[in-house]
Every structure is written in structure tokens, then in C-alpha cells.
């Protein structure tokens, strides 16, 4: 997989409402900062204000954590326009950011690091999902692919983990009971959320996206991925 973030900028946490403090101003292209913006449609040109284009870095005395700019329950959408806070789109991404999320609490209960590569290499994934989420159906043609806008290789990376997991570890034949150690638990919690984010997106993504087959995959793979770390299923049925 292929690094999606040139830039950490992960000191500057921001609320939704960022975005729209300078959403449609100028393009992410334009300006110096233009090779190191985030792919996250929550945090994207949110440090604009405090970068500094010759060093590459933040100037955190000038970047504000909150802008006031969502104070009358609006959004600011990625390349331009404002939406409610409770419309589909923000209803998508903002599901999609609860799974990365969830994703990071299973990466912080476990010890594995091969897991951990894998983990926050999906989480870059999200961010990708996450901008073409925020962004009007007249503003995709200026997505570009892996970066703003899903691809079928991130899918068929997906696909191939799971083969590669289903390799070593035994499918349950029945339902299983949840909870046999902490970091299978926190996956199958995760993969409760990317299900719940992909009909989201369902409302939202455009014909011949790449989002929804991402987001159905990485369930898919999250739940392969909670077997493997619990070792032994316990099935739903006590008989079994």
C-alpha cells in the first residue's frame, strides 16, 4: 500500500465544522501548502492559516482549534459548499471517521504489529473515503484517485488481506459470541461501525464509487480479522 499522508498534522484535532472556514476560498491545489494537505475532509486546509510553506511545519501559536464557523449547525464541504451538520453527507463521513476511530482503539489493545501496520494503513484508507464522502457530486471530477477519491486497488488490497488472514485462520460455523479477548472485541466493534457507515454512504456516494465496496470489504475483513485474534470462537450455540 502506498503512504496516503505527506503531512502529520495530527496535533490539529478539529471539529466538523472546520472545513468550512476556508471550504470553496481557494482549491487544495493552490497555495504552498498545496503537497502536504491532509485527505481528511474534517481537518483538510483547517492549518492553512499556520503553515508555514519554508520549514513545512505548523506554527501551533496560530492555528485556532475551534473557527465558530459551524456555530448555526452548518458544515463547510470539501472544495466548497455548506450543508447542515445532520444531512447525508456529514451523517457519512462522520461515520466513517467513528470507524477509524474504533479502528484505533483496537490498535492501541494490541501488541501485534503486523496488525498495527495493517490498521493504520486502513486508517489512511478512511481519510481517502472520508474527502470523496465530503464532497458535492459537482466537485468529484477534482478528486484525485487514492488520495480524495477510493480506487479499486484499495478494495482489491483489502480483499487480498482478508485471503491472506482466511489462510490461517478457521471459519466459525456457526454465529459467534463476541468478547473472547479485548482486541478481537474492539474489532468486531469496529465492524459493527464500517457496516453502519456504509449505508451511510449509501445516500451519498456517486455512481461508479469506489466507497461502498471499500467500506463492505473492510467489514468483511475486520470481522476475519477479530477470529484470527481471538483464537477460539465461542458459538452462539451452547450445544455446539
Avoid at 510553506?53 to 449547525?73: E, F, H, Q
Avoid at 477509524?100 to 498495527?116: E, H, N, Y
Avoid at 481517502?128 to 482489491?156: F, I, S, W, Y
Wanted: aromatic share 6%.
Amino acid at each position: 500500500m502506498r503512504p496516503l499522508l505527506t503531512f502529520n498534522i495530527s496535533r490539529v484535532h478539529r471539529r466538523q465544522e472546520v472545513l468550512g472556514e476556508r471550504a470553496g476560498r481557494d482549491s487544495p491545489e493552490s497555495g504552498p501548502d498545496h503537497k502536504y494537505r491532509s485527505t481528511c475532509p474534517e481537518r483538510t486546509r483547517a492549518f492553512r492559516a499556520g503553515f508555514d510553506g519554508a520549514s513545512g511545519r505548523l506554527d501551533s501559536d496560530t492555528v485556532k482549534i475551534y473557527t465558530r464557523k459551524g456555530d448555526d449547525g452548518t458544515t463547510g464541504l470539501f472544495y466548497g459548499g455548506r450543508v447542515a451538520k445532520n444531512s447525508q453527507a456529514p451523517a457519512a463521513y462522520g461515520s466513517v471517521d467513528e470507524a477509524q476511530a474504533a479502528i484505533g482503539v483496537a490498535r492501541a489493545a494490541s501488541r501485534d504489529a503486523k496488525l498495527d501496520d495493517l490498521l493504520i494503513r486502513i486508517c489512511r484508507d478512511l481519510y481517502v473515503t472520508m474527502a470523496e464522502l465530503a464532497t458535492l457530486p459537482e466537485n468529484q471530477h477534482k478528486l484525485t484517485d487514492g488520495e480524495t477519491r477510493a480506487t479499486a486497488e484499495m478494495v482489491a488490497q483489502l480483499e487480498e488481506a482478508i485471503d491472506l488472514t482466511a489462510e490461517t485462520t478457521p471459519m466459525p460455523e456457526v454465529f459467534v459470541i463476541p468478547g473472547q479477548n479485548l482486541v478481537a472485541a474492539q474489532l468486531d466493534v469496529a465492524r459493527t461501525v464500517t457496516r453502519r457507515a456504509e449505508r451511510d454512504a449509501l445516500d451519498v456516494a456517486v455512481e461508479g464509487s469506489y466507497v461502498i465496496p471499500y467500506l463492505n470489504r473492510l467489514s468483511d475483513l475486520l470481522w476475519i480479522l477479530a477470529r484470527s485474534a481471538e483464537g477460539v470462537s465461542l458459538p452462539s450455540d451452547p450445544t455446539d
